[in-house]
């Protein structure tokens, strides 16, 4: 349900493993220094340091362009048991004025303050005073902001951080999103990024501005709820259970029981989409979907696909939902209805785009670059592995 | 921690006479008797009468002690001739270098309006402005709130120029309350909250409001937030009419434990 007051906080701490690591070894509050896995063939860069970030340096870059960048940068192993205590620190302190608090981890916290007002005052109030204790004990100077929604207060963190705190009133959630740079609305990640730079827009206000027909035709069949993301309209819940404790759950019950093969892979198509939306809106990824199938004759039975690595796309879900659709479909009756829950849900490392926008799949990309390569250099300059073994 | 310094928007006010200053304080006596009570003033007169190298120097042998902040002349933020700002801006230059000398200007408010919208036209002459006032300690108020933006923010941060926290009250419209740090010098503009006279009243209307002790209480945790990353923070009360500003101003010292031994000449 929509609300008209800003009751929402939500509290962001940027570059949340370089921040704990000040916490546990102040003397690196002058430093730079980045947080990466030393030991994997490719490191990447986790978390920066402020003096780090003003270098230039940034989350998801090779660590040797780091160093190339800065040969004095600090490498800092991440510490996921420090991270752990300081997130628990954190929902400690805004336990205090709150008590539906939703722990994203990684610094990342949402309090649904309706109800609290008499006893502490307005939302922006707490919003400020939890800013000042989170300083005081931990020593982290965070970004706050209160809003009538998770969205709205999540794009006026990402708006003023690392530091500071803002109030978004009820009412102004459009006005406030509307200058703002559009990389900041979540779900826009590289892909729908790069298309709507490509279309000249660069502020989430000209998304808001598309009527259903213009949002359909740039940025296909789910940009309806990227169009409304940025008009401030999000009707999600602050959900209190612990993360692992998360689901987002999705069911299709057929008009009549089926059992054709392509019907059933559609809808599985259909309502992963969804499942996925849903999942993205909330920045999450996923490591497990499970499906229960319920049967005509009134039995039911399971399917669970556990990936290897966090499931953030479409693509990504869709087939771990067939996957474990097929280990569920082990019987020869018609089927009633099924539902799909994804499960062991986890912050997506990076801004995961809302939903894969329509255009060339990825393999037609890189066919389209080896033909462009092979146009400009000659057949033989890029040819596959195979071949060369073969000559 | 940073330094924080607490005064009012203005000091020349004959309604004041009483509940401020002692009866009988005549107006060449404010500023001298004002320098005994807090340690800086936001001067507002420069926003309706351009001010002059004499008179700057007259002041300063008032309030030897006191740190200015002036708020620019409405030349360079309401009624912009493209003429002639630049030359309005050498002429505000002139008369505010005379307290920067001195070491006694904490900062020069550049105060937008409402009607000063975050447009490509707008944003250049800001930065034009921004560049002929560089010299200067400058801070930002925007009263149109497409200002308060990532973009805007990263720009006064790479120019080191704070962005103006303001209490305002909360109708539509107004600016979202914002504390960020974007400079080394925090400024905080404190305008009370009367809803019902903001728009279409007179300015004595508008700003007759006394902060009641448990909205100071929150202030004060604003300028604390404000005084983490800070090394200087000016906090000027608005709420002017009937000594109201003076008042709280005085209040919000002692929550802040700041400012309790002010001496004039």
């Known amino acids: ?391 | 921690m940073a330094r924080i310094l607490i005064g009012t928007s203005g000091y020349s006010y004959t309604e004041w006479v009483g509940p401020v200053y002692p009866e009988g304080t005549k107006p060449e006596m404010f500023l001298g008797t004002y320098a005994t009570l807090f340690p800086t003033v936001e001067l507002n007169f420069s926003y309706y009468r351009m001010p002059g190298v004499q008179q700057m120097h007259a002041m300063l042998c008032q309030a030897p002690a006191v740190n200015f902040s002036m708020k620019a002349h409405e030349s360079l933020t309401h009624t912009v001739d493209p003429s002639s700002w630049r030359s309005h801006a050498q002429e505000f230059l002139a008369a505010a270098s005379v307290l920067q000398k001195a070491g006694s200007l904490g900062a020069v408010l550049l105060q937008f309006p409402y009607s000063f919208h975050y447009d490509p036209d707008r944003r250049r002459y800001l930065d034009s402005l921004i560049g002929s006032l560089a010299e200067l300690p400058l801070a930002v108020e925007f009263r149109n709130g497409q200002w308060y933006n990532n973009r805007t923010i990263e720009a006064l941060r790479e120019r080191k120029i704070p962005l103006v926290s303001l209490d305002l009250p909360e109708i539509p419209g107004s600016p979202p309350m914002m504390d960020v740090s974007t400079s080394p010098l925090a400024y905080v503009r404190l305008h009370g909250r009367n809803k019902e006279t903001w728009w279409g009243s007179d300015a004595a209307s508008r700003y007759d409001y006394l902060y009641s002790d448990r909205e100071l209480e929150t202030l004060a945790e604003r300028i604390r937030g404000l005084a983490v990353a800070a090394q200087l923070v000016l906090v000027y009360f608005n709420n002017h009419r009937r000594g109201q500003a003076a008042r709280n101003a005085k209040a919000l010292q002692r929550l802040l434990g700041v400012g309790e031994h002010c001496h004039g000449t």
């Open chain 1, 1 to 391: 349900m929509e609300r008209e007051r800003a009751e929402i906080i939500h509290i962001n701490v940027t570059d949340f493993a370089a921040a704990v690591a000040v916490c546990t070894e102040p003397m690196l509050a002058r430093k730079a220094f980045i947080i990466a896995k030393e030991g994997s063939s490719r490191p990447v860069v986790i978390s920066v340091s402020p003096n780090a970030r003003d270098e230039g340096i940034h989350v998801g870059m090779p660590v040797a362009t780091a160093i190339r960048m800065l040969p004095s940068v600090t490498i800092i192993h991440p510490d996921s048991s420090a991270c752990a205590k300081a997130d628990a620190a954190l929902h400690e302190i805004a336990s205090h004025y709150c008590p539906t608090i939703q722990s994203d981890s990684g610094g990342h916290l949402f309090l649904d303050m309706q109800g609290t007002s008499r006893l502490f005052g307005p939302p922006v109030d707490c919003a400020v005073r939890i800013r000042n204790r989170i300083h005081e004990r931990l020593g982290m100077d965070i970004a706050v902001a209160v809003a009538s929604n998770k969205l709205v207060a999540k794009v006026g963190t990402r708006a003023i951080r690392p530091s500071g705190i803002a109030q978004v009133n009820g009412g102004e959630e459009a006005a406030f999103l509307a200058r703002q740079e559009v990389g900041l609305l979540p779900g826009v990640g590289p892909a729908i990024g790069r298309l709507l730079s490509v279309a000249g827009f660069s502020e989430i206000g000209q998304v808001a501005n598309l009527d259903d027909q213009q949002a359909l035709a740039l940025l296909g069949k789910r940009a309806i709820a990227l169009r409304n993301a940025a008009r401030g309209i999000d009707a999600s819940i602050v959900d209190p259970r612990r993360m692992d404790c998360r689901r987002i759950v999705k069911r299709v019950d057929f008009a009549e029981p089926a059992h054709d093969r392509d019907a059933i892979r559609a809808a599985v198509i259909s309502v992963a989409e969804d499942a996925g939306l849903a999942m993205r809106q909330e920045l999450m990824a996923c490591m497990v979907i499970h499906i229960v199938l319920f049967w005509a004759d009134g039995a039911t039975s399971e399917g669970l696909y556990r990936a290897r690595t966090p499931m953030v796309l479409d693509e990504e879900v869709m087939r771990g939902a067939w996957s474990a659709m097929e280990r569920a479909m082990s019987r020869r009756v018609r089927i009633r209805a099924f539902t799909i829950s994804l499960q062991e849900l986890s912050p997506a490392r990076r801004e995961p785009d809302l939903f894969t926008p329509e255009g060339p799949t990825r393999e037609e990309r890189l066919q389209q670059a080896v033909d462009a390569t092979r146009r400009r250099f000659g057949s033989v300059a890029l040819t596959h592995a195979a071949a060369v073994f073969h000559a």
